[in-house]
């Protein structure tokens, strides 16, 4: 059995982790247009999938975010990312670490002065 990847430390999906401590500077207005990559509950956008990368990844080898995933495939119910799933275009191969934010505006976390 292969290990599954590890949700980062830095994971904004995460509790106990603070969005402004991501590797190579926060910017507000980059993480807020990550809204785009989450599907309304139950509904299939013809257009292309929007995966949120994991900042960890290398540019060009961008692997999703393992609490991006958590959240899609569970209670997000983004129906275009069950269908890559289904069709072995993305690894679901993750583990989460901890207690996970149940909305993508939890993970904004609070504005700092």
């Known amino acids: ?50 995966l949120m990368a994991c900042h960890e990844t290398p540019e060009g080898k961008e692997l999703p975010c393992v609490g991006w995933l958590a959240h899609q495939l569970g209670p997000g119910n983004n129906l275009g990312l069950r269908l890559a799933v289904h069709r072995g275009r993305v690894d679901t191969n993750v583990q989460t670490i901890g207690a996970q934010h149940k909305r993508f505006e939890d993970t904004l976390g609070k504005v700092m002065p």
Do not use: F
């Open 1 to 50: 059995m292969i290990k599954p990847r590890k949700q980062c430390k830095k994971c904004p999906w995460r509790v106990d982790a603070n969005p402004h401590d991501i590797p190579g500077g926060y910017s507000p207005e980059k993480h807020a247009a990550l809204k785009c990559t989450i599907a309304s509950d139950g509904v299939l956008h013809k257009s292309s999938l929007r």
